[in-house]
């Protein structure tokens, strides 16, 4: 059984930083592509970050692009979010999610990854 467990989440103040992870058990999970969005309340869910089953190629949203860093250690099987400059307009729920691919390309949308954890809340407090 595949799963997914963020952590990481909590209430910050504008301009802190967080680090998410997320630990992955139930996939070999070198060979997914991992990427994280957010949904925040009456909005749709976002995509933030993705990075490649090796870790050499990340790409983010412009809205993050420069405040936030994704990484990953496939020995632990775990990928982070570590996010700086934090602002109250990153407040969300926070989602990791995992897409299969025997390739070094990067997955953006929702519909390219097959399993998703269950979220951590970020609050940021102006």
């Known amino acids: 059984q595949v799963q997914l467990v963020e952590s990481g989440g909590g209430l910050v103040q504008a301009g802190g930083s967080l680090r998410l992870s997320c630990a992955a058990s139930?996939?070999?999970?070198?060979?997914?592509?991992m990427g994280w969005f957010r949904q925040a309340p009456g909005k749709e869910r976002e995509f933030v970050a993705g990075?490649?089953?090796?870790?050499?190629?990340?790409y983010y949203a412009d809205s993050v692009k420069g405040r936030f860093t994704t990484s990953r250690d496939n020995g632990k099987k775990t990928v982070y979010l570590q996010m700086n400059r934090l602002n109250p307009e990153d407040t969300a729920v926070y989602y990791c999610?995992?897409?299969?691919?025997?390739?070094?390309?990067?997955?953006?949308?929702?519909?390219?990854?097959?399993?998703w954890g269950q979220g951590t809340q970020v609050t940021v407090s102006s």
């Open positions: 999610a995992a897409g299969f691919t025997l390739s070094s390309a990067l997955r953006v949308g929702a519909h390219e990854y097959d399993y």
């Open positions: 139930g996939l070999i999970f070198s060979t997914y592509a």
């Open positions: 990075i490649n089953r090796s870790g050499v190629g990340t």
